[in-house]
């Protein structure tokens, strides 16, 4: 979570950052209640995203963020287009990588849980009717962060690099910058791991 906002407070062009869980763990939205999170899957080590959305477990997951810096007109629209966007390129790049088809959730459903993958959201990605990917948005002086989570799909090692490349067309590899990662560990220590961030609601 720390390191999705430094690459966007430091972000020069679209980045999208591709990341596994080195323990099992449970985030939560940022308007969500600390109880709803930390509840919900015991065992795992919680905390609240800057982004919103519900309760989303990981470790099994394939979990990403997309920063887009101010000034590339793709942040210009209206949030609700930005998400289906992203969410298209990435229900076809499933559709070809995984061998299933993935569709769009027309419309939101009901919602019956503070779960994330219990309740589709408009433009949430679907295969045969189940939802298998989500994910939140937020905006700030630095850009747009997107940040999602594929369930319970099987992907191939080239999945990754496929969505990059259907988002940008041309794609630079790249690791973490030490500057990045030191605003990162600033912003796990100085919020992220801290009880007034994860208590807040």
Request: contains cysteine; charged residues 20%.
């Amino acid at each position: 979570m720390a390191l999705d906002e430094a690459v966007l407070a430091l972000a020069e062009v679209p980045t999208l950052r591709v990341y596994r869980w080195a323990a099992p763990a449970v985030s939560f939205g940022y308007f969500e209640h600390w109880a709803d999170g930390s509840a919900a899957h015991p065992g795992r080590e919680p905390v609240r995203r800057w982004t919103g959305g519900g309760v989303v477990p990981h470790g099994e997951d394939w979990t990403y963020s997309l920063c887009v810096p101010q000034g590339f007109a793709f942040i210009r629209q209206p949030a609700a287009e930005t998400y289906t966007a992203l969410h298209a390129v990435l229900a076809g790049v499933l559709s070809q990588e995984a061998g299933a088809e993935a569709v769009l959730t027309p419309q939101a459903a009901p919602k019956v849980s503070a779960a994330c993958f219990e309740n589709p959201a408009r433009s949430d990605v679907l295969i045969s009717g189940r939802k298998v990917a989500g994910a939140a948005q937020r905006r700030s002086r630095f850009g747009l962060l997107h940040q999602g989570s594929l369930q319970e799909v099987v992907l191939p090692a080239s999945f990754g690099a496929a969505f990059a490349t259907a988002l940008a067309g041309t794609v630079e590899e790249t690791a973490l910058r030490p500057e990045e990662q030191e605003t990162g560990r600033c912003l796990a220590e100085m919020k992220y791991g801290t009880e007034a961030w994860n208590h807040r609601f």
